[in-house]
T-cell receptor, first 112, second 114 residues
Framework: QKEVEQDPGPLSVPEGAIVSLNCTYS??????FMWYRQYSRKGPELLMY????GNKEDGRFTAQVDKSSKYISLFIRDSQPSDSATYLC????????????FGAGTRLFVKA | DAGITQSPRHKVTETGTPVTLRCHQT?????MYWYRQDPGHGLRLIHY???????DKGEVSDGYSVSRSKTEDFLLTLESATSSQTSVYFC?????????????FGEGSRLTVL
């Protein structure tokens, strides 16, 4: 079983829809939770970062972490065609060389 | 811009040949990482470095070696390439200035082993 599970999609939604992306994990030592966005043929870029449990909002993006359920989510409001990309969840513990473990990534298409 | 350059960006090679990928950074970051990205697997850590001559294995290190003789360069070597090593390879650095431990990635090196 992988440490981090993420549905690879693809997920196709109309412009303006609310998008929900999710990951589950098995390692209770994970404390830092991140979402990276990757456009085609580019390297991933950090989109959202959360420490421990809770919510974090940044514009149209909201990240949620539920450590009791080992479940994290990313919500995108008013989705735009420019949001079409692969979204990778990522997480790491406090120790161990700052090794970050990634999910498989969910491919999102937002149709105009 | 984290000043990361990967080379070569594209390479086609044959099974059994050695291959070296180079990651070069210009901002004196201590931590550097090599990941591979494959459909359905996301990014998987191959090796990482926490300083000159200090390296450690990641989750998929078999068949790969690394070296870091200078702060700015982190080399990934496939001693004898196999078709299963066809992948996109990403180098990343950890930004020491940010408590998030945010990773900045290079543009990737696409390797095809025939």
């Amino acid at each position: 079983q992988k440490e981090v599970e993420q549905d690879p999609g693809p997920l196709s939604v109309p412009e303006g829809a609310i998008v929900s992306l999710n990951c589950t994990y098995s390692n209770s030592a994970f404390q830092y939770f991140m979402w990276y966005r990757q456009y085609s043929r580019k390297g991933p870029e950090l989109l959202m970062y959360t420490y421990s449990s809770g919510n974090k909002e940044d514009g149209r993006f909201t990240a949620q972490v539920d450590k009791s359920s080992k479940y994290i989510s990313l919500f995108i409001r008013d989705s735009q065609p420019s949001d079409s990309a692969t979204y990778l969840c990522a997480m790491r513990a406090d120790t161990g060389g700052f090794k970050t473990i990634f999910g498989a990534g969910t491919r999102l298409f937002v149709k105009a | 811009d984290a000043g990361i350059t990967q080379s070569p960006r594209h390479k086609v090679t044959e099974t059994g040949t050695p291959v070296t990928l180079r990651c070069h950074q210009t901002e004196n970051h201590r931590y550097m990482y090599w990941y591979r990205q494959d459909p359905g697997h996301g990014l998987r850590l191959i090796h990482y470095s926490y300083g000159v001559k200090d390296t450690d294995k990641g989750e998929v290190s078999d068949g790969y070696s690394v070296s870091r003789s200078k702060t700015e360069d982190f080399l990934l070597t496939l001693e004898s390439a196999t078709s299963s090593q066809t992948s996109v390879y990403f180098c990343a650095i950890r930004d020491k200035e940010r408590n998030t431990g945010e990773l900045f990635f290079g543009e990737g090196s696409r390797l095809t082993v025939l």
